[in-house]
């Protein structure tokens, strides 16, 4: 029973993994950029729904903080994109994962600036309420967690598949030439896909914000979301999640049974043997180039 | 515009296309050996730690600009290199020995991480490469016996030949020794470059199947390449750890290794250049930083350490109007200016204009 | 003693096959072409040759001995040199970098005398050199010899490529469709190459084509190929005539009908 409380917990901690990772390969999928500053993106909307939602500060309901938070957050990932990420068209893969990071390290400094580096907490209506069953406690917030993660990852996965201008996404990653000539207007697309990556950045930054506490260096977490997205193949939404998971599992599983400080290590001693046996992660997304 | 008559195949294989060219660099290195009487101790000090930057960044630089592996994981190597240079002293090994012999194992263990993860490309091998410098970091607490913990290590004066490098005694001397030791990697890179296996590492860099083709063994290339470039980078790390005095495992963090990667492609990514011209802005931006604040801080009468992290924040800023504005690198604009004044006044406005070049996915191997 | 014999050699790629059966040797001193439609396994035997594919079943000889137990990186020390369909040059290398890495199999120099710069990898370097110089000098490449790949013409880069095999000195050269993207002047130029790697240089060559005039001009023995399978052999005269050639290529009245 208590192993069974140590598992729920750590799915709901892997859905918050997921979530980021999600982000990561939203943009990788469909403009073969790497987001570093995508935790970053996080803390800003858990930043932007406290501030809205706490009774100290704007005190709006909660369903409506979030909903601003989710657009606020869209709309610095279009205007990211539109201001920084164009500029880099044409340029290597490399200058982009120096932008971000960079990015992500002015982000940090903002939120420093803004809110300060004091751990917050949001008030948020689910805190503190839980079913129990028999000896099993659980919590509102990690149900919740739980349940929109594989909603919105189901979501993301069929509008990737289904969808035309899913379809267009996808299409304008594989080779941006061919799909200017079929018409797809490349540059909106990728606006649009940062756009989505704010959002679902701002809906992880309100479910990790409604397990604990944030502060600007909550967005630090990106370097263990990227290690989830690598885990799972980095371009498989649904390989987020799984590297998510994973993680997520093998923390407290690693501190509980073998020792504190080899959980901290864990994570990316699986990330490094996942990748030896597949090179491109659990689901891979690589192909085999014809010659 | 200089024309470089070439008349023998040597011109292509010397370290210096033309005369001047050597005269220009001789003159550099002049500069170079004379700047502790100017500079004074203070100075020289911080010139010492840009040499030690340039040396961990050259290692760096060989991996990314040469053989196309990027790493956001040095920082690791470096710790290996400091580590194990200390605790071989602390063993009865001189100094003169014992960098080395850190390089060496720097070098062994970079090839023994390189071998199982060859087959990764692009995003997956720079992750894999940060999850061992997180790695690292915890691995360097867990090993306390050996690494003392967060407690560190403490490395003793650098001595050869009853000459003591005392950072804050000598300081001079430790410049120029560690100038010796910048010059023997620029030596060893250079050779690298001109000789049959710095070819290697641009084929695997540019096409891994035309490479086989050609009777390269991939797998093995990118290993070499990654244990020559921790070898120096774990002779920069030791250097670093010396230079510290006491380090643990935040002197060799992710923060640095990020920095370092940061640090050559502002230079100019595959260039010994960019590798110290970004030293140059990794040593020197933060203390400007603190200076022009401070410089501020007294001319409007506030209160600048009100705003924490301001370094951190202005940094960040820069580099993202240095890769927003010059993609190339700090090398790449020099290249600019001197072809602009070598042409003049002849140069055109889009000479360099960049070629508009549509990106494919790299999801196909 | 054929310079290369595949035997029998089958490759499926799932539930496809792409190459069936298929048995031919090219003999030393030779120009051998492989014709037939898109998909007809040309550049797949190609890939099995350089290793990049190992057959299901069969075996590919080379002087005589089995080369399926080498990898691929092992070939081009064999004597066997390849240029690609859609050219794999290294883009930010200089066409003389390129060639100079064809000339990596005769590399005698190991790490540490590189690293030191011995008088002996100088030596080293200017032999590599020269023979790289040989090349473009046959191929008429001095004008771009310091050029970077990513800026030259297409037409260019094709004949670098011709270069950088070269360089390699092989016994045994694989053109994968040499003249296909290149102007009727262009395709005289490679003719005359090929004619002259055959006759002066002593190599075998071993060629995709589609253009027939160039088969027909340069070739002297022809297999042709359809669905992986192969359907005539000969000289190009007698493959062209071939009905089942042109029954593979125009399609049949039968197919038509149905």
Known sequence: MDLLQLLISGLANGCVYGLIALGFVLIYKATEAVNFAQGDFMMLGAFLTLTFANSNELGLPFWLACILAVAVMAVVG??????????????????I???????????????????????????????????????????????????????????????????????????????????????????????????????????????????????????????????????GGFGSLPGALLGGLIIGLVEPLSSRYVAAGVSQIMPYLILLIVLIVRPHGLLSQVRAKKV | ????????????????????????????????????????????????????????????MLLVGQSGQASLGHAAFMAIGAYSCVLLESAGVPFILALPLGGIIT??????????????????????TLAVSVMMEDVIVLAEPLTGGVNGLMAADIEIFGINFNRYGNASGLYWLILAIAILIVLAYRNIQRSPLGRAFAAVRDSEISAQAMGINVARTKAMAFA?????????????????????????????????????????????????????????????????????????????????????????????????????????????????????????????????????????? | MSLLELKNVTLKFGGLTAVNDVSFAVEEGEVFALVGPNGAGKSTIFNMISR???????????????????????????????????????EQASVLQNMLVGRYTHRRSNFLTELLFTPFVRREEHRHREAVEKAIDFLDLQPYREKLIAGLPYGVRKVVEMGRALAIQPKLLLLDEPASGLSVEETQDVAFWIEDIKKVMGITVLMVEHDMHLVSSVCDRVLALADGKKLALGTPREVQTDPRVVEAYLGSDTEEAA
């Open chain 2, 228 to 365: 020559i470039s921790t070898f120096m980078t774990g002779i920069g790390g030791a250097l670093m750890g010396h230079f510290a005095g006491v380090f643990n495992q935040e002197t060799f963090n992710l923060v640095i290794s990020i920095n370092l990667l940061l640090m050559i492609v502002i230079g100019g990514l595959g260039t010994i250049h960019g590798a110290f011209l970004g030293a140059v802005v990794i040593g020197f931006l933060p203390q400007a930083i603190a200076f022009a604040r401070d410089g501020l801080g007294h001319l409007f009468h506030f209160d600048s350490i009100a705003i924490p992290g301001l370094e951190t924040g202005i940094f960040g800023t820069i580099l993202i109007l240095f890769i927003l504005f010059e993609p190339l690198g700090i090398y790449g604009r020099w290249v600019k200016i001197r072809t602009y004044f070598e042409l003049f006044p002849f140069a055109r406005r889009d000479m360099f204009r960049r070629q508009k070049s549509y990106l494919k996915t790299e999801r196909i191997r």
């Open chain 3, 52 to 90: 990049f594919y190992t057959p299901y079943s069969g075996d590919i000889l080379f002087e005589g001995r089995s080369i399926l137990g080498k990898a691929p990186h092992e070939i081009a020390g064999l004597g066997i040199a390849r240029t690609f369909q859609n050219i794999e040059l290294f």
């Open chain 2, 107 to 128: 070098g062994i263990a970079g090839g023994l991480f390189a071998m199982p993860v060859t087959r990764l490309h692009g995003i997956y091998l720079a992750i894999a």
């Open chain 1, 78 to 95: 279009y205007l990211v994109e539109a201001l920084l990420i164009r500029r880099m068209f044409g340029e290597s893969q490399i200058a």
């Open chain 1, 97 to 231: 994962v120096i932008l971000t990071i960079s990015l992500g390290i002015v982000l940090r400094f903002l939120a420093g600036v803004i809110w300060g580096h004091e751990p917050q907490s949001l008030q948020s209506p689910l805190a503190g309420k839980e079913v129990r069953i028999g000896s099993l406690v659980l919590g509102f917030d990690d149900m919740t967690i739980i349940i929109v993660t594989l909603l919105l990852t189901l979501g993301l996965y069929l509008f990737f598949a289904r969808t035309k201008i899913g379809l267009a996404m996808q299409a304008a990653s594989q080779n941006q030439l061919a799909a200017y000539y079929m018409g797809i207007p490349v540059k909106r697309v990728h606006a649009l896909v940062w756009a989505l990556a704010g959002g679902v950045a701002a809906i992880a930054g309100i479910l990790f914000a409604a397990k604990g506490t944030i502060d600007p260096s909550t967005g630090l977490l990106g370097i263990k979301a990227s290690a989830a997205a690598i885990i």
């Open chain 2, 1 to 60: 515009m200089r024309i470089v008559f070439k008349t023998t195949y040597e011109a292509d294989i010397r370290l210096f296309k033309h005369g001047a060219q050597g005269f220009w660099y001789a003159l550099l290195l002049i500069v170079a050996i004379a700047a502790p009487f100017i500079l004074g101790d203070f100075l020289t000090g911080e010139a010492t730690n840009v040499l030690i930057w340039a040396i961990c960044g050259m290692g760096l």
